[in-house]
């Protein structure tokens, strides 16, 4: 009686084993298709238009929780494969668009960004005069803008990045120094997704930033200001 229940146990144990064996070199199944849910959102958003197939292999990174999928793009003449990564947690983000990376024409977005810092820069700096930089991710593909503009409508909306030294700054002037930023974005309708502003100080010696972040219609408040 007694070796049965051992051989009992070292079954239940060898079965948890390699369940967990196959978790870490697979990923939950239950993420896994919830994950492909996400993938597949993802790409009717984006890309309504575009005609594709997600491949059944996926990988699964468990140093970083990810899921690798395979994208299968179907043009008349040629089909052309691209790898997403997509979260294995909840909510799932799809953290590559390696089809929007392969389009981009770097030059072109080079020389974009430096005219987008220096015109927000110089925008900001009106009202906000503590602003040190600006920091931007313009993209664009196949140098299909000439110049940037408050106007121009890349690809994906961009993401600003501000520098301010905090200084004596209270949490509340964070708050007014953050609304007036997000009123000026505004006021020239840039194409943003989201605006970080983040506030500089020196401690023993080493960097440290507190963040205020904003995307274009959100109504800011002082738990913002982290």
Known sequence: MKKKIIYSVIAILLIVFVLFSYMQLNGNPIDKNKAKESLEEFLEQTYPDMDYKIKRSVGYGWTDGT??????????????????YVSA????EVYSD?????????????????????????????????VNSVATDVEVYNNDAEEWTPQLK??????I????????????????????????????????YLAEVGYLSIINGEENYEYVSFTPEQELTIKDVD
């Open 98 to 130: 390696t089809i929007h990376e392969s389009n981009i024409d770097k030059e072109a977005s080079k020389k974009l960004n430096v005219e987008a810092q220096q015109y927000i820069l110089a925008l900001l700096q009106e009202k906000v005069p503590q």
């Open 89 to 92: 947690l909840e909510p799932y």
């Open 154 to 159: 890349t690809p994906k909306p961009i993401l």
């Open 67 to 84: 899921f690798h999928f395979k994208v299968m793009k179907k043009d008349p003449s040629v089909e052309t494969t691209y790898r997403f």
């Open 161 to 192: 990045m501000l520098e301010i030294e905090k200084g004596d700054l209270t949490k509340e002037q964070m708050l007014q120094q953050s609304q007036e930023i997000q009123k000026q974005l505004n006021s020239e309708s840039i194409d943003y």
